[in-house]
Protein backbone atom coordinates (compact mmCIF):
# COMPACT_ATOMS: atom_id res chain seq x y z
CA UNK A 1 0.00 0.00 0.00
CA UNK A 2 1.62 3.53 -0.89
CA UNK A 3 2.82 5.40 2.12
CA UNK A 4 3.12 8.84 2.55
CA UNK A 5 4.61 11.36 5.55
CA UNK A 6 2.99 14.36 6.77
CA UNK A 7 4.71 15.60 10.16
CA UNK A 8 1.34 17.52 11.47
CA UNK A 9 -1.46 14.86 11.49
CA UNK A 10 -3.82 15.28 14.01
CA UNK A 11 -7.66 14.93 14.38
CA UNK A 12 -10.03 12.68 11.55
CA UNK A 13 -9.24 14.71 8.79
CA UNK A 14 -5.67 14.62 6.85
CA UNK A 15 -4.29 17.01 4.09
CA UNK A 16 -1.81 16.18 1.69
CA UNK A 17 -0.30 19.37 -0.97
CA UNK A 18 2.90 19.29 -2.83
CA UNK A 19 4.30 16.67 -5.01
CA UNK A 20 3.07 13.94 -2.93
CA UNK A 21 -0.94 15.44 -3.91
CA UNK A 22 0.05 15.32 -7.16
CA UNK A 23 1.79 11.68 -7.12
CA UNK A 24 -1.56 10.80 -5.38
CA UNK A 25 -4.61 12.34 -7.91
CA UNK A 26 -2.57 12.34 -11.12
CA UNK A 27 0.61 9.10 -11.16
CA UNK A 28 -2.03 6.96 -9.06
CA UNK A 29 -5.28 8.05 -10.35
CA UNK A 30 -6.98 7.44 -6.44
CA UNK A 31 -10.16 8.16 -6.39
CA UNK A 32 -12.86 8.58 -3.35
CA UNK A 33 -12.32 5.26 -1.42
CA UNK A 34 -9.17 4.37 -2.13
CA UNK A 35 -6.80 3.39 0.84
CA UNK A 36 -3.01 4.58 1.95
CA UNK A 37 -1.16 5.00 5.02
CA UNK A 38 0.29 8.07 6.44
CA UNK A 39 2.72 8.10 9.35
CA UNK A 40 3.66 11.26 11.23
CA UNK A 41 7.89 10.40 10.77
CA UNK A 42 7.30 9.77 14.04
CA UNK A 43 6.57 5.98 14.15
CA UNK A 44 2.79 5.97 14.52
CA UNK A 45 0.96 4.93 11.02
CA UNK A 46 -2.46 6.22 9.91
CA UNK A 47 -4.72 4.01 7.77
CA UNK A 48 -6.31 6.79 5.83
CA UNK A 49 -9.11 7.03 2.76
CA UNK A 50 -9.20 9.46 -0.12
CA UNK A 51 -12.48 11.99 0.48
CA UNK A 52 -11.96 14.02 -2.56
CA UNK A 53 -9.02 15.67 -4.41
CA UNK A 54 -9.33 18.88 -5.73
CA UNK A 55 -6.59 20.90 -7.40
CA UNK A 56 -3.44 20.44 -5.30
CA UNK A 57 -4.70 19.24 -2.75
CA UNK A 58 -5.74 15.77 -1.16
CA UNK A 59 -8.25 15.30 1.35
CA UNK A 60 -8.30 11.89 3.59
CA UNK A 61 -10.19 10.47 6.72
CA UNK A 62 -8.43 9.02 9.17
CA UNK A 63 -9.48 5.42 9.75
CA UNK A 64 -7.19 4.02 12.40
CA UNK A 65 -3.58 4.27 13.76
CA UNK A 66 -0.88 2.09 15.43
CA UNK A 67 2.54 2.34 15.84
CA UNK A 68 4.15 1.19 12.83
CA UNK A 69 5.40 -2.55 13.18
CA UNK A 70 8.50 -1.80 10.55
CA UNK A 71 11.07 -0.07 13.50
CA UNK A 72 13.74 -1.94 14.15
CA UNK A 73 13.76 -2.50 17.89
CA UNK A 74 17.02 -0.66 18.23
CA UNK A 75 17.96 2.89 17.47
CA UNK A 76 21.12 1.98 15.09
CA UNK A 77 23.41 4.93 13.63
CA UNK A 78 25.71 4.73 10.83
CA UNK A 79 29.04 6.38 10.92
CA UNK A 80 30.16 5.94 7.32
CA UNK A 81 33.69 7.10 6.27
CA UNK A 82 33.47 9.22 2.99
CA UNK A 83 33.21 7.25 -0.42
CA UNK A 84 34.45 8.19 -3.64
CA UNK A 85 32.20 9.30 -6.33
CA UNK A 86 28.35 8.34 -5.67
CA UNK A 87 28.60 5.71 -3.56
CA UNK A 88 27.46 7.43 -0.11
CA UNK A 89 23.92 7.65 -2.30
CA UNK A 90 23.59 3.97 -2.73
CA UNK A 91 24.82 3.33 1.35
CA UNK A 92 22.43 5.57 2.40
CA UNK A 93 19.75 4.45 0.44
CA UNK A 94 20.70 0.82 1.34
CA UNK A 95 21.15 1.72 5.17
CA UNK A 96 17.57 3.44 5.38
CA UNK A 97 15.74 -0.08 3.56
CA UNK A 98 17.54 -1.78 6.58
CA UNK A 99 16.48 -0.04 9.03
CA UNK A 100 19.00 2.63 10.34
CA UNK A 101 17.80 5.26 11.88
CA UNK A 102 20.74 7.71 11.11
CA UNK A 103 23.74 8.21 8.72
CA UNK A 104 26.21 10.08 9.71
CA UNK A 105 29.29 11.10 7.03
CA UNK A 106 32.61 11.01 8.88
CA UNK A 107 35.93 12.25 7.73
CA UNK A 108 38.96 9.58 8.00
CA UNK A 109 42.43 10.08 7.50
CA UNK A 110 42.34 7.42 4.49
CA UNK A 111 39.09 9.11 2.95
CA UNK A 112 40.39 10.10 -0.58
CA UNK A 113 37.06 12.08 -1.35
CA UNK A 114 37.83 15.08 0.79
CA UNK A 115 35.17 18.08 0.41
CA UNK A 116 34.71 20.86 2.54
CA UNK A 117 32.48 20.92 5.07
CA UNK A 118 30.44 23.56 3.24
CA UNK A 119 30.07 21.59 0.05
CA UNK A 120 28.95 18.39 2.46
CA UNK A 121 26.50 20.73 3.57
CA UNK A 122 25.43 21.57 0.50
CA UNK A 123 24.40 17.49 -0.52
CA UNK A 124 22.90 17.29 2.67
CA UNK A 125 19.32 18.41 0.95
CA UNK A 126 19.37 15.86 -1.84
CA UNK A 127 21.45 13.25 0.47
CA UNK A 128 18.04 13.55 2.92
CA UNK A 129 16.00 13.50 -0.31
CA UNK A 130 17.41 9.64 -0.56
CA UNK A 131 16.41 8.76 2.70
CA UNK A 132 13.24 10.07 2.31
CA UNK A 133 12.41 7.97 -0.85
CA UNK A 134 13.80 4.53 0.47
CA UNK A 135 11.61 5.17 3.54
CA UNK A 136 8.47 5.67 1.40
CA UNK A 137 9.43 2.91 -0.43
CA UNK A 138 10.22 0.76 2.66
CA UNK A 139 7.21 1.30 4.79
CA UNK A 140 9.56 2.81 7.13
CA UNK A 141 7.75 4.63 10.03
CA UNK A 142 9.96 7.43 10.52
CA UNK A 143 12.49 9.42 7.91
CA UNK A 144 15.98 8.53 8.81
CA UNK A 145 17.82 11.25 9.10
CA UNK A 146 21.32 12.13 7.14
CA UNK A 147 23.41 14.26 9.52
CA UNK A 148 26.14 16.48 8.73
CA UNK A 149 30.02 15.21 8.13
CA UNK A 150 31.82 14.69 11.26
CA UNK A 151 35.36 14.33 11.67
CA UNK A 152 36.82 10.96 13.02
CA UNK A 153 37.54 11.95 16.60
CA UNK A 154 34.25 13.61 17.13
CA UNK A 155 32.48 10.56 15.79
CA UNK A 156 33.83 8.29 18.12
CA UNK A 157 33.09 10.30 20.74
CA UNK A 158 29.26 10.58 19.96
CA UNK A 159 29.64 6.87 19.54
CA UNK A 160 30.70 5.94 22.48
CA UNK A 161 27.39 6.31 23.96
CA UNK A 162 25.66 4.05 22.45
CA UNK A 163 24.49 0.74 24.37
CA UNK A 164 26.82 -0.95 21.61
CA UNK A 165 29.58 0.47 19.50
CA UNK A 166 31.47 -1.17 16.65
CA UNK A 167 34.77 0.05 14.34
CA UNK A 168 34.93 -2.39 11.64
CA UNK A 169 38.75 -2.67 11.14
CA UNK A 170 40.42 -4.75 8.78
CA UNK A 171 42.90 -6.05 11.29
CA UNK A 172 40.41 -7.22 13.84
CA UNK A 173 40.38 -10.81 14.88
CA UNK A 174 37.21 -10.74 16.13
CA UNK A 175 33.79 -12.01 14.56
CA UNK A 176 31.08 -9.44 14.77
CA UNK A 177 29.07 -12.80 16.39
CA UNK A 178 31.34 -12.36 19.69
CA UNK A 179 29.85 -8.95 20.23
CA UNK A 180 26.06 -9.34 19.59
CA UNK A 181 25.33 -11.24 22.91
CA UNK A 182 22.16 -9.04 24.16
CA UNK A 183 19.73 -6.72 22.58
CA UNK A 184 20.93 -3.73 22.87
CA UNK A 185 18.64 -0.09 22.50
CA UNK A 186 21.16 1.64 20.89
CA UNK A 187 23.73 0.18 18.39
CA UNK A 188 26.39 2.63 16.74
CA UNK A 189 28.22 1.24 13.86
CA UNK A 190 31.24 2.75 11.78
CA UNK A 191 32.50 1.32 8.29
CA UNK A 192 35.96 2.60 6.84
CA UNK A 193 36.51 4.51 3.36
CA UNK A 194 38.05 2.41 0.38
CA UNK A 195 41.43 2.52 2.31
CA UNK A 196 39.78 1.74 5.68
CA UNK A 197 41.29 2.97 8.46
CA UNK A 198 44.97 3.67 10.01
CA UNK A 199 46.33 1.72 13.28
CA UNK A 200 46.08 5.48 15.12
CA UNK A 201 42.77 5.57 13.96
CA UNK A 202 41.78 1.94 15.16
CA UNK A 203 43.79 2.70 18.28
CA UNK A 204 41.59 5.65 19.21
CA UNK A 205 38.57 4.06 19.14
CA UNK A 206 39.35 1.05 20.99
CA UNK A 207 40.36 3.37 23.91
CA UNK A 208 37.24 4.93 23.95
CA UNK A 209 35.70 1.83 24.28
CA UNK A 210 34.78 1.05 20.58
CA UNK A 211 34.47 -2.36 19.80
CA UNK A 212 37.16 -3.48 16.38
CA UNK A 213 35.17 -6.43 14.72
CA UNK A 214 35.86 -8.08 11.70
CA UNK A 215 33.38 -8.80 8.95
CA UNK A 216 35.57 -12.07 8.03
CA UNK A 217 38.39 -12.70 5.52
CA UNK A 218 37.10 -11.63 2.25
CA UNK A 219 37.67 -7.77 1.89
CA UNK A 220 34.12 -6.13 0.97
CA UNK A 221 34.19 -3.28 -0.74
CA UNK A 222 33.13 0.21 1.43
CA UNK A 223 29.82 0.19 0.27
CA UNK A 224 29.23 -3.57 0.30
CA UNK A 225 30.99 -3.42 3.94
CA UNK A 226 27.66 -1.58 6.07
CA UNK A 227 25.19 -3.24 4.02
CA UNK A 228 26.57 -6.41 5.12
CA UNK A 229 26.92 -5.01 9.27
CA UNK A 230 23.48 -4.02 9.39
CA UNK A 231 22.15 -7.33 7.51
CA UNK A 232 23.89 -9.47 10.30
CA UNK A 233 23.14 -6.92 13.43
CA UNK A 234 19.41 -6.79 12.24
CA UNK A 235 18.93 -10.61 11.96
CA UNK A 236 20.78 -11.29 15.29
CA UNK A 237 18.30 -8.39 16.38
CA UNK A 238 15.51 -10.91 14.92
CA UNK A 239 14.18 -8.29 12.42
CA UNK A 240 14.82 -11.39 9.47
Known amino acids: MPRFFLSNISGETVHIEGDDAWHIAKALHAKPGREFVVSDAKGIDYLCVVRQTQGSVVTLNVLSSAPCPNEPKAYIRLYQA ?5 KLELIIQ ?12 VLTSRCIARPSYKAMDKKLTRLQR ?11 GIIPKVMPLLEFDKAVIQMAESDLAILFYEESQTPLRQFLTSQPASISVMVGSEGGFSHTEAAFAQNRGIAAASLGGRTLRCETAPIT ?11 F
Not at 94 to 105: C, D, H, R
Request: a negative charge; charged letters at 25%; one cysteine or more.
Open 94 to 105: KAVELGASEIIP
Open 130 to 140: IAYEAAKQCDR
Open 82 to 86: LPKGD
Open 229 to 239: ALSVILYHLGE
